[in-house]
């Protein structure tokens, strides 16, 4: 039987959201249900965009998060940043790693990013996010997707995914269209994360 150290897990989330609130728009926030812009080349290349990804890194280094997309730092566009890191595996310890299917993921750009299912049977586990803080619940994800897209110089990057990698994807292409893990949970799950332990 598939193991998950759950406590482990959402303490991965907590830590991850030991930032400032004004650094990532919290659920409410308009930008967070629209439906994200292309980016063109002439875009990619400019001052103020470069500075829009700077700031997501910055984000990711003190998060430690798995994924960041532009709406949550207020910025409509189709951009989104994923990382498995060995840091964050080997503080979920190895049974939880291998049942989560997570392996390392190198911190990867996708700027209009272009999703494609590859296995569609269903994997079910619990997901946090930087603009539903402190909460999360369990959310059903295909097993294996496909995504393409360009990186912050513009060239074309893809990448095939299974298990947690996976997730990820999906979990940040969601925010590009305008949804959140709420819309996709099951409904009965969501808990505040540090109610979780004391069940």
């Not at 001052?47 to 430690?64: A, G, N, P, V």
């Not at 586990?125 to 539903?132: D, I, N, P, Y």
């Not at 912050?152 to 990057?157: A, C, L, R």
């Amino acid at each position: 039987e598939a193991f998950v150290n759950m406590s482990r897990l959402l303490q991965l989330y907590r830590r991850s959201q030991l930032l400032k609130k004004s650094s990532v728009v919290q659920a409410g926030h308009v930008v967070l249900r629209q439906v994200t812009e292309p980016v063109d080349s002439q875009t990619i290349q400019s001052e103020q965009f470069q500075s829009t990804l700077t700031k997501m890194h910055k984000i990711l280094d003190e998060t430690e998060h798995h994924g960041l997309s532009a709406p949550q730092i207020g910025v409509p566009f189709q951009v989104m940043i994923v990382q498995i890191t060995r840091s964050q595996m080997r503080d979920l310890g190895k049974r939880t790693v291998a049942a989560l299917q997570m392996s390392e993921l190198k911190r990867q750009i996708f700027i209009n990013p272009k999703l494609s299912v590859i296995d569609s049977s269903v994997v079910i586990e619990r997901e946090g996010c930087l603009s539903v803080l402190n909460h999360s619940a369990a959310v059903p994800r295909a097993r294996e997707v496909y995504v393409s897209g360009l990186d912050e110089n513009g060239n074309e990057v893809e990448l095939r995914a299974r298990g947690w990698a996976a997730r990820i994807l999906q979990h940040e292409i969601d925010h590009l269209n305008g949804l959140l893990f709420v819309d996709k949970m099951k409904s009965r799950t969501f808990a505040n994360d540090d109610w979780i332990d004391k069940r």
